[in-house]
């Protein structure tokens, strides 16, 4: 018999982080107008991932450095958890996934990812052949 996720408003709320598999917010505030969004993500390139841990499978936008792999970047990562934006949580017990604009994932509980092939470009026009030159008739 399954049950409805639900939801409850906390003043507080604390945590063991080393148990907390994923953090996600149910709706993100905007920034504030002076925040300097464009220049920290600058020098970054969007790269959207598959990750499986023990209790969700998790895909979303994480932001890299360029020419660093998936693998790469998470080995750089000196943070405990993992900031991915643009997310779908699909539990592993089954049931809708949830999409949220904002999570946090643990990067001690994934277990397995991929990264998500990058949609691919469409092909350059074809150079057209170039005519051959016609000589013109000698009479």
Do not use: N, W
């Amino acid at each position: 018999m399954g049950h409805h996720p639900t939801t409850q408003r906390l003043a507080q709320l604390l945590c063991d982080r080393s148990e907390a598999v994923l953090v996600a917010t149910l709706t993100e505030a905007p920034p504030p107008p002076d925040y300097p969004l464009e220049e920290q993500r600058r020098e970054v390139v969007p790269l959207t991932a598959m990750f499986f841990t023990t209790a969700f499978v998790v895909r979303g936008t994480c932001y890299v450095r360029p020419g660093l792999t998936l693998t790469e970047a998470l080995e750089r990562l000196m943070e405990d958890f993992l900031p991915l934006r643009s997310v779908q949580i699909f539990p592993i017990a089954g049931g809708t996934p949830i999409p949220r604009d904002f999570a946090a994932l643990a990067r001690d509980k994934i277990v397995a990812f991929y990264q998500i092939a990058a949609l691919p470009t469409p092909a350059p026009p074809a150079a057209a052949e170039p005519e051959e030159p016609v000589s013109a008739p000698q009479g």
